[in-house]
């Protein structure tokens, strides 16, 4: 028969609603734009309708949602986000659960999709794993055990707000000095209009690098300096079996993960520097639906 | 009746053995320098007699142990490290297994203080605590649901190795920007030197900090900087519910716990600004002996 659940993907741009079957097969699957100005109401409304249409014979009875965040876990509820504004204080948990008549479940889109991965993809087989997505900003979520370290306060796997340098620029709501403020696609879009002048992006780094342009190798050498201190940390704190890096920032450069372990090497102890483990992930971009589906699933819930 | 378990708290100076009942009433306890340069099997032999007549009734089967580490605690060897010099290799489980006839189980020692804070001391009652002691060095342990974030290969909660700055000093074996080369008693040790000359330590700038010295303010501040750092990073990667910090440092100026909020306040989501959560240990300098007990003691195991 199988076991069926729905996993809903809430972001800014777009939400997806997906019916999966044992875990990571999507059977039916529903995508609309977000339209976050028309409001959370408006939103919710058609993710009501996008669940009666993936599964309309209710084979499912439970619902996760990954959604973008900060959020209250304990509560159901979106916080102030970026992402979606105006949607601050929204019940989102409370509102699906009455409309759709099933349980609902909710946690952020990084420790979603870090627990796909952790389950079913990059890191399956190993008791614990840390996900780290380097895009637009930088994310993360920790499994361990096969389940998610949620933290008190829902907090839990914020790798990219780890303060990791020292830092006298303040740019936008990132702090300085941490791993999103150096590390992620917008910090190296400034740093190439900086560099390479308006119009230019990550994207131009990586062709110069490719052309072994100097400024774009030094660029590229802070990057795996810094980015090798939060493995670094992170090894030396939560000491996972294995790290699933992705994001566009990383799936566009691949060659990134091979160059970090000599900069990971010397940042740990002697007997860590043969256990750097990392992987790219292994579920694309249905990651976020697998994992939210997998919030409501009878072997994460048990 | 009670449950009894024997707890032994292994470092480079002392070790420590004590009949503990009851998760935290000391029975009976025995105290010998360790002599680290008469070797292991020496210091082994001299534990098992300990045991012995801590508990000459044998009212405990199981044996925690909470040792100087790096350890393999799968294979409960003890690794190459600083404190036991010579040990390399000690299969030290086996051989108090052997000698004793009871059940052992290893973990090191700041992360076994920080379980008995986390479950007995300044934890009691939360769900996830982060120990940390700033000593001679920096070191922690991280207690989620009531048990040790141990980590694939035993080095879990090694806060001390954080990077959290940048730093062209490479002082030792420490790493230069890690927590422990920037906060820790040796660190401050070295910088007093520098400062204020040969034979100035440490407690020294503290003096000079209460007389409101320019360049003592200066160390404090920057102290209080980097720690802060430490602490934002954590409270947005592992979350807890409370912070326990202690060590001589900490303990000797209990002050630096009231400032160090507002120094992490701007470094973390405003979600998380109220929920800064730091307290000093309760159990003092029994905390390694009731925790290495702990980790025998049928709640822990089940």
């Known amino acids: ?6 996993g809903i993907d809430l972001g800014g741009t777009n939400m997806r609603v997906a019916l999966i079957k044992d875990g990571t097969t999507i059977v039916r699957k529903e995508e609309q734009a977000t339209e976050t100005q028309k409001g959370a109401a408006d939103a919710i ?23 973008a965040g900060p959020l209250d876990l304990d509560n ?41 991965e952790a389950v ?4 399956k087989g190993c008791k614990s794993s840390v996900f780290i997505t380097v895009s637009t900003g930088v994310g993360g979520g920790i499994v361990v055990n096969g389940h998610l370290l949620e933290g008190a306060y829902g907090y839990g796997g914020e790798i990219g707000c780890m303060i990791v340098a020292d830092d006298d620029r303040k740019h936008d709501s990132l702090y300085a000095g ?4 150096l590390c992620s696609g917008s910090a190296l879009n400034l740093q190439a209009q900086k560099v390479y002048g308006p119009g230019t992006n990550a994207a131009y780094i990586f062709e110069q690098y490719a052309q072994n342009d100097m400024a774009a190798m030094g660029i590229i050498e802070l990057w795996l300096e810094h980015f090798s201190r939060g493995l670094a ?14 994001g566009s920032v990383v799936l566009h450069n691949p060659w990134l993960l091979e160059k970090l372990p000599e900069h990971i ?23 976020g639906l697998i994992g ?7 072997d994460y819930l048990n």
């Open 1 to 6: 028969m199988g076991v069926y659940t729905i």
């Open 45 to 67: 409304a058609r993710m009501i309708s996008m669940v009666d249409a993936v599964d309309p014979e209710r084979k499912a009875s439970a619902i996760g949602i990954g959604s």
């Open 76 to 116: 159901g509820i979106i916080l102030k986000t970026p992402n979606l504004v105006g949607w601050e204080g929204t019940p989102i948990v409370e509102l699906m659960r009455q409309g759709t008549g099933r349980e609902v479940y909710l946690n952020n889109d990084a420790n979603v999709a870090g627990l796909a």
């Open 120 to 123: 079913f993809g990059g890191g």
């Open 178 to 181: 941490t791993l999103e403020s």
């Open 233 to 246: 940390s992170v090894m030396q704190v939560i000491d996972p079996e294995v790290f699933v890096i992705g």
């Open 265 to 287: 090497q010397p940042k740990v102890y002697e007997g860590l520097r043969d256990k750097i483990n990392l992987r790219l992930p292994e579920l694309g971009g249905d990651a």
């Open 292 to 298: 939210a589906a997998y919030l409501a699933h009878p």
